[in-house]
């Protein structure tokens, strides 16, 4: 007998690199994949041959009119599915297209955040007239998306987690054996709204923090700006570029720090929770409500060089058993609230509030597998 044809699950994107948005994306359609039928819909990048690597079916588009076009194809083929879409363009195209389709479509933009507080968020309120559900990947971002005039009602908090897969593939740091911490990693886009210049603050005020090793992973517009100013202050940074091994390699540092102010989620922390490393974060943006000061990371007064100084000189000379304690509770934090369990709970629960699009016999695995 043949099985029953699965329920396409699309994520759209309007991005393929293997930031933050992207890598949600993935972990959202692997663990939903023996469930649903994962579809790719995205502009040519790096993540189709990511995506190719599970199996994933990837459309590409080269054109908002080629959007429009790979939709359209979807839809006629479909008469139920599952959207998560994470632009205007997509959700117009999606919303439009099927006035004609009208096929049973459960739909949520998800609201990732960015830099741009209008583009971000104010632009969302048009979807007030279409009672489309927004996700948010935090209650930073909700907050956010309120403030700017999104309705309170069509929100639902969806963070961001890690499949098991994933957790699996990040390498665990050996418990700390000495007192101190002297290697400190920096995974970020250099660009002036991750803020990074502010470690090189902070670095300057204190010469005791020049016995630090920092690496600064990441590709940007600040990069060259940011290079020459750490080499002609002669301060303890590296800037070796991009690296898509980071999950194997973070277990080689002391601890992470993060710098940007308006982070809306900040998948690198939970990353950084699996592979057993502190961190050092700002008091604001969607990290703030990840970690707890003092229990499971150090936190510092957003955009204060000072008070970044002074977190970094608690990490540098804290004994091993504080730091152990550190890096133990905050692998805890992901198990507990950010694995894919948690994750998928939270999807059910919003797809389930749109109508029955979930699915009807819960595989006992959920791609939580290896």
Known sequence: ???????????????????????????????????????????????????????????????????????????????????????????????????????????VHMVHGGASDRQSYGSKSIFNYTRTLQGAVSVFVKDRLIAHGVRRELIRVMPNFLSLRTQQGISARKPFLRDGARRGLVISRLVVSKRVD??????????????????????????????????????????????????????????????????????????????????????????????????????????????LAAALRKIMHAPVEPRNGLASRARQEVKSNYDCAAGLATYRQVLAEIGDFAPRDQPQHLSTKP
């Open 198 to 307: 502010l470690l090189l603050d902070a670095l300057e005020l204190d010469d005791g923090l020049r016995k630090l090793d920092i690496t600064i992973y990441g590709l940007g517009g600040q990069r060259k700006i940011l290079q020459r100013r750490a080499e002609s202050n002669d301060l303890p940074i590296s800037f070796p570029g991009f690296s898509d091994d980071l999950r194997h390699q973070m277990s080689e540092y002391d601890f992470l720090i993060h710098l940007c102010p308006t982070e809306p989620f900040g998948m690198v922390i939970l990353e950084a929770g699996v592979a057993g490393i502190p961190v050092v974060v700002p008091d604001s943006g969607g990290v703030a409500s990840i970690v707890k000061d003092g229990v499971t990371g150090i936190k510092f007064q957003t955009e204060n060089a000072d008070s």
């Open 1 to 107: 007998m043949q099985k029953p044809q699965k329920q396409p699950l699309i994520y759209m994107l309007h991005s393929a690199n293997l930031f933050g948005t992207e890598r949600m994306a993935m972990e959202t359609l692997i663990v939903f994949q023996d469930e649903y039928h994962p579809i790719i819909i995205c502009p040519p990048g790096p993540l189709e041959a990511v995506a190719a690597q599970y199996g994933i079916e990837v459309h590409v588009f080269r054109s908002t009119l080629d959007l429009g076009k790979k939709i359209s194809r979807i839809l006629r083929s479909h008469r139920r599915l599952v959207a998560f879409t994470t632009s205007i363009k997509q959700s117009a195209w999606l919303l439009a297209l099927n006035v004609v389709c009208r096929r049973k479509i459960a739909h």
